[in-house]
């Protein structure tokens, strides 16, 4: 399957800690990004990273892509309560633009 | 900012009978896909749309139907809701490869 997976699939830190989530996945892509998801709620784009770019910055968020593993990984610096929320990867092919390719997650818990 | 809408958030159902789920979407973006999320499964894609009439099979289509008569409005349904069809189903709509904007989701419970 191209799903990206993500790593860990829970993840539990206090607030102000780094938190740092790993999303692998088989095919050559176009792109890959980041979505957040409250719970019980639909997904939010955080940031995207194209193939021939190694890492990007918004914010509090970085995102590192190593296309040689396979690989990305999403930073979160000095994390809040309110970072509490799960976590997906999304693939987009290179022959392929049409689908975007979700993991299952990575359930986040920033304890105040 | 792009909206997307769902028509429900909660919804319970009955074996056998037939679900409409609707999403609208206001910035006319010609792609919209239909998700359905299960715990440990992540999203998978059931169908999508590029184009006004125009539909494709996602990962998991067998049991669902769609329609999209009017670009801002893509319909996913179950022809048969049966209980294995419980899940939480996501719309969403874009209008390149680079982002997508999902609705807030809704849950069916299938009895």
């Known amino acids: 399957s191209q799903q990206g997976e993500e790593d860990p699939q829970a993840l539990s830190i206090q607030e102000g800690e780094n938190a740092t989530m790993n999303c692998s996945y088989k095919t050559s892509i176009n792109n890959l990004q980041w979505y957040r998801q409250n719970s019980g709620r639909g997904l939010v784009h955080l940031i995207l990273?194209?193939?021939?770019?190694r890492e990007k910055h918004s914010g509090r968020l970085r995102v590192t892509l190593d296309t040689s593993k396979k690989s990305s990984s999403l930073l979160i610096t000095a994390s809040r309560a309110a970072d509490t929320a799960s976590y997906f990867c999304?693939?987009?092919?290179?022959?392929?633009?049409?689908?975007?390719?979700f993991g299952s997650g990575t359930k986040l818990n920033v304890k105040p | 900012d792009v909206k997307v809408t769902q028509s429900s958030r909660y919804l319970v159902k009955r074996t056998g009978e037939k679900v409409f789920l609707e999403c609208v979407q206001d910035m006319d973006h010609e792609n919209m896909f239909w998700y359905r999320q299960d715990p440990g499964l992540g999203l998978r894609l059931i169908y999508f749309s590029y184009d006004v009439k125009m539909k494709e099979k996602g990962d998991i289509p067998e049991g669902y139907s769609v329609s999209r008569e009017k670009k801002e409005r893509f319909s996913l349904i179950l022809e048969s809701a049966s209980t294995n069809q419980t899940s939480m189903y996501l719309c969403?709509?874009?209008?390149?490869?680079?982002?997508?904007?999902f609705g807030p989701g809704t849950r069916l419970l299938v009895l």
């Open positions: 999304a693939t987009v092919r290179r022959d392929n633009f049409n689908k975007f390719y």
């Open positions: 990273i194209r193939s021939n770019e």
């Open positions: 969403a709509s874009r209008v390149n490869q680079e982002t997508q904007y």
